[in-house]
């Protein structure tokens, strides 16, 4: 898998976003993190605990359609214990999101008693959107700011440049100022952002992508995507490996080219599509046991 381990991490990029998140903190109440729920821990940057530090966190599960339901409740459970909500959603869609203000209005709710307190009977709050390329930042700045498609004008104290949000009637969302790049430092997390389709496919060897899937499906024996290539506990152990597996897979679908051989290329394309549109199943491929 030498085409994924040498995936960059633009290291210089982070440290520019880096400042910039740090320095826009100071403007704002709390953060929400977006995770894929498929993959909490590959698609998450692994310095943003320390970047924001103290402030309040609100994560985000997306795509949690598309994940396993018990283990994404694991995952609720594992943040809970350590006083962050998450909450599942579907970003593209809109499920889930309805919770999204309602989880502000909870964590930030000491604060939100202090400033009533002071005489504010209505005070704004202020929330930074943190998350990786392609785990569904837009389309959640998309969707929550539905109501209001214009940007916060700029006005005294906020920084010139952001992009700000109105998402309720006091409730204002700040986008990350830069890219937070995930960071590739093992072929794990690297292999499941690809599967995931967060790495384009055009840098990859999908064929070995896919074949390191099918490893992974064949230990999980999701019953969907047993179903979906006919495949029996019997049929699993007579195959070799996974290169072996993918033909037998191709040829079940009729994948053949001149000669009879079996096309493994759009055999591989095939089981990646099916695995991102979730027509194998409910599939997450990371627990909190796993370490975070």
Known sequence: MSEIQNIQWFPGHMTK????????????????????????????????????????????????????????????????????????????????????????????????????????????????????????????????????????????GVTRGNQWYTISKNFELLDTPGVLWPKFDDQTTAEHLAFTGAIKDQIMDTELLSMRLLELLSQIKPPKFLERFKLTDEILESVSDSYELLKLIGKKRGMLISGGEIDTERAAAMILDEFRAAKLGQITLELPETGE
């Open 17 to 156: 976003t880096k400042r910039k998140i740090q320095s826009s903190l100071k403007l704002v109440d709390a953060v929400a993190e977006i995770l894929d729920a498929r993959i909490p821990i590959s698609s998450k940057n692994p310095d943003i605990a320390n970047i924001i530090q103290n402030k309040p966190r609100v994560v985000l599960l997306n795509k949690c359609d598309m994940a396993d339901k018990a283990a994404t409740q694991k995952w609720i459970n594992y943040y809970k214990e350590q006083n962050i909500p998450a909450i599942p959603v579907d970003c593209k869609s809109g499920k889930g999101l309805n919770n999204f203000v309602p989880t502000l209005n909870k964590v930030l709710n000491t604060k939100i008693t202090a400033l009533k307190s002071k005489g504010m009977v209505n005070p704004t709050l202020r929330v930074m959107i943190v998350g990786i390329p392609n785990v569904g930042k837009s389309s959640f700045i998309n969707r929550v700011a539905k109501q209001s498609k214009a940007k916060v004008e700029d006005r005294p």
